[in-house]
């Protein structure tokens, strides 16, 4: 039995329904025209625009299933749970602020190299916030080391370490997505036949794959990842734990490999990933700023890239027996650009096409 099931992604739902957003999802008749002709099949696309969810990006959900859960699981037993993670991305900020909306202490660990802009809003949503060298290694110490403290100043707390991607109730979280998505795919008349998410630690994806396979069977589920940090990919098909080594991506959300929770669910309901270079993930990006007029960062626009630029899931969609039309859903995972970076990466790539 799978550690996390349809059940637990609907049971996620019903927590976060009241503190998640329901993220819109967008259509584009132009990038419709471009992904036809790329797959040689009229394609359409559906855009789960998580960039619009709480602190813009996907990461609350999981964030607010687990403070929910660990509320429930504590309620009556006079405990005061108080949560802990180590994180300088998107995690970090959406833990901090599900555990303000729901009146508990978060403590998070953020590398002393990390963007003074990321540090303040961690702090800005309520999160205390401790430094520490930008290593793994630290992190993992600095997080023991304030635990230990933080039991030390009061014996009735529990302390619990909720982690960005590897944790059943985080994936349970970020599998309500999918069940969004499959919704209003069908509100549209385009009820889905693929689902392309992004995949670095693999929480999305394998939260999404076990809601999408628990309730649509036939639906296929697609991971997209970069060529410079391919550790999830070479995992899949190797079907052994592979870490990423020094991985290089503008899309910095996908930088972690793979968890011991994920990688098993990623194996059992995922059926492919697919890479794509630098410089499609800046141009699909791109054009979403222009034909969307949306902002997104790198790491969302992976699955576009796929979709728009990569032979092997063209080849891949060959496999899919023939129906009027492909209804292919996109997952945006978070819009949290650095805009002067980004811009500076379009204005390269200009440069590189001409």
């Excluded at 002393?112 to 802009?117: D, M, Q, W, Y």
Aim: proline share 5%; charged share 20%; aromatic share 6%.
């Amino acid at each position: 039995m799978s550690i996390v099931q349809l059940k637990d992604v609907e049971d996620a739902r019903k927590r976060i329904q009241a503190f998640a957003h329901k993220t819109p999802a967008l259509t584009s008749s132009t990038l419709d025209g471009m992904v036809s002709e790329k797959l040689g099949v009229e394609a359409h696309l559906i855009f789960k625009c998580e960039n619009f969810q709480k602190v813009g990006a996907f990461k609350f959900r999981g964030a607010t299933n687990s403070i929910k859960s660990l509320l429930a699981e504590y309620e009556g037993t006079g405990k005061k749970p108080v949560v802990i993670t180590h994180s300088s991305g998107n995690h970090a900020q959406a833990l901090a602020l599900a555990a303000r909306e729901q009146g508990v202490i978060c403590h998070v660990i953020m590398p002393n190299n990390a963007p003074s802009v990321k540090k303040a809003a961690v702090r800005g949503y309520g999160g205390v916030v401790t430094e520490c060298e930008p290593t793994l290694q630290a992190r993992e110490d600095t997080t023991a080391q304030v635990t230990e403290q933080l039991i030390a100043q009061d014996p009735n707390s529990v302390v619990e370490f909720i982690s960005p991607y590897n944790d059943v109730r985080v994936i349970a979280g970020q599998g309500t997505l999918a069940l969004e998505v499959l919704e209003q795919a069908e509100e549209l008349g385009k009820p889905l036949d693929v689902l392309i998410t992004p995949v670095g630690g693999g929480g999305m994806l394998s939260g999404c794959a076990v809601a999408v396979k628990g309730s649509k069977p036939t639906i296929r589920v697609i991971g997209a990842e970069p060529k410079g940090a391919d550790d999830a990919y070479r995992s899949f098909y190797s079907k052994q734990f592979v870490p990423s080594v020094n991985p290089t991506t503008i899309a910095d959300g996908l930088l972690t490999s793979l968890g011991s929770n994920t990688f098993p669910l990623i194996l059992e309901y995922v059926d492919a990933i697919h890479t794509v270079s630098e410089q499609d993930i800046i141009r699909a990006t791109k054009l979403v700023y222009e034909r969307m007029k949306i902002v997104i960062e790198p790491s969302a626009a992976v699955p576009l890239a796929v979709a728009l630029y990569s032979p092997e899931f063209a080849e891949w969609v060959k496999s899919i027996p023939a129906r009027p039309g492909l209804n292919i859903g996109i997952v945006f995972s978070g819009g949290n650009a650095d805009i002067v970076k980004l811009s500076k990466s379009f204005a390269q790539l200009e440069t590189t096409t001409e």
